[in-house]
Nanobody, 119 residues
């Protein structure tokens, strides 16, 4: 069964921090690279961070130095530590395999978790 459950979002002031978590089914997580994506209002979904099964990471320029992706392979969970948050980080955040899981010919997404950065 395919499952992606994101959590940890909320309202935070600029400069604040949040830690997002994502529980994935083993069929998705296993040996695959995982990623955090985000979709801001009126914009396309974008990939912000990836991590391989071995722990190698990559980040979008817009979050480099502020966000840290990590994973716990024993728990099938991936995390995103977000520091020095900016209003432009406001978005719904999703985790997924990189590239995204496809079910019946379409990309499969969880419900995501909303991050709002505002004073």
């Amino acid at each position: 069964q395919v499952q992606l459950v994101e959590s940890g979002g909320g309202l935070v002031q600029p400069g604040g921090s949040l830690r997002l978590s994502c529980a994935a089914s083993g069929s998705i997580f296993s040996i695959n690279a995982m990623g955090w994506y985000r979709q801001a209002p009126g914009k396309q979904r974008e990939l912000v961070a990836t991590i391989t099964s071995g722990g190698s990471t990559n980040y979008a320029d817009s979050v480099k130095g502020r966000f840290t992706i990590s994973r716990d392979n024993a728990k099938n969970t991936v995390y995103l530590q977000m520091n020095s948050l900016k209003p432009e980080d406001t978005a719904v955040y999703y985790c997924n395999r990189e590239p995204p899981v496809r079910v019946e010919g379409m990309d499969y997404w969880g419900k995501g978790t909303l991050v709002t950065v505002s004073s």
